[in-house]
């Protein structure tokens, strides 16, 4: 029963998070290619990694990461406003690397289909 309602949560705050970055947050520094993959909620609900996933080099990929993390008291609390919840998570932003572990096996099938060939 717990872990659904984590679950839910963390779908909820996925989804409030992507919006308040992309329509809340004016930073110059923060790409446009951004996304919002995931988030975990501790069992407490007091903590909230979110992962991102942007596209670009990977110092691009840093610096958005440091922005994100700068404003992140701002998107806690335009998020806040959107969630009703006891306690707004304080939330700690983290790179999805998924994404480009994903292309880089696909690569090494492409190449490995080539050489069959």
Do not use: C, W
Request: net charge positive; no cysteine.
């Amino acid at each position: 029963m717990k872990k659904r309602r984590t679950d839910r949560l963390n779908s909820l705050l996925k989804e409030v998070i992507s919006e308040v970055i992309k329509r809340n947050v004016k930073n110059r520094n923060i790409s446009e290619l951004i996304t919002v993959t995931k988030v975990e909620i501790t069992k407490d609900l007091h903590f909230a990694k979110v992962f991102i996933s942007v596209i670009g080099t990977k110092e691009e990929k840093e610096k958005n990461i440091k922005e994100l993390t700068k404003a992140s008291g701002f998107i806690s609390s335009q998020a806040a406003k959107k969630v009703t919840m006891r306690y707004f998570p304080s939330l700690t932003f983290k790179l999805d690397e998924s994404i480009d572990k994903f292309m880089q096996i696909e690569k090494v099938l492409q190449d490995i289909k080539k050489n069959e060939k």
